[in-house]
């Protein structure tokens, strides 16, 4: 079936250092995606979002990239902090559409080393 | 600062017990839904509501799973008889009923089922 998933499922950059974390997708019907992060002992944070009529999208220090010709999608984190050390997860929201339910890709742990 | 909570954070528990897990969605969303998180399986949909009307609860194991909205400030997942292969954790999240709107999660609660 189709589903969301992730390239890496470690990465580890230099504090300071720019981090890029992938993800692909298959499902082509899909038209809304959240990036979110999830510390050790927490639920999953919200960081940014993207429809599938956008290419790019910032925030603060975050970017994410979209690209649909070859379903992938891309979470850029600037001058890495110590606090950005989590699970990363990809979603895409459900086939239906709406906020029906959001299908999350395995997550990819980010490490950020002093 | 709006959040959802989740009680109770922990929980262990025998394998036949009853569990019941409840979370208090954001004031005004209209839209609550419940995950599991395991190493194995990830992030996954187990029910979601809008409106307190269930809509969809296909990714719950239906003879011992049940998710109810009594009222819109309070869900609730019930596990009975409940089995070591439900030890997960188990997040709330709620939303708004919009075609592109993000979910909010709460922390959690760990389940441990011996």
């Known amino acids: 079936g189709e589903s969301v998933g992730l390239h890496l499922p470690t990465l580890s950059v230099q504090e300071g250092d720019n981090s890029i974390i992938n993800c692909a997708y298959s499902n082509s019907a899909s038209d809304y995606f959240i990036w979110y992060k999830q510390e050790s002992g927490k639920g999953p944070q919200f960081i940014i979002d993207i429809r599938s009529n956008m290419d790019k999208r910032q925030g603060q220090r975050v970017t994410v990239l979209l690209n649909k010709t070859v379903k992938h999608l891309s979470l850029q984190i600037a001058a890495t902090q110590p606090g950005d050390s989590a699970v990363y997860f990809c979603?895409?929201?459900?086939?239906?559409?709406?906020?029906?339910?959001?299908?999350f890709g395995k997550g990819t742990h980010l490490i950020i080393q002093p | 600062d709006a959040r959802v909570t989740q009680t109770p954070r922990h929980k262990v528990t025998e394998m036949g017990q009853e569990v019941t897990m409840r979370c208090q969605p954001i004031l005004g969303h209209n839209t609550v839904f419940w995950y599991r998180q395991t190493m194995m399986q990830g992030l996954e949909l187990l029910a979601y509501f809008r409106n307190r009307a269930p809509l969809d609860d296909s990714g719950m194991p239906k003879d011992r799973f049940s998710a109810e909205m009594p009222d819109a400030t309070l869900a609730t997942l019930k596990i009975q008889p409940s089995e070591p292969r439900d030890s997960a954790v188990y997040f709330c999240?709620?939303?708004?009923?919009?075609?592109?709107?993000?979910?909010?999660f709460g922390p959690g609660t760990r389940l441990t089922v011996l």
């Open positions: 999240a709620s939303g708004f009923d919009r075609s592109t709107d993000t979910q909010y």
């Open positions: 979603a895409e929201n459900r086939p239906g559409g709406g906020a029906d339910g959001l299908t």
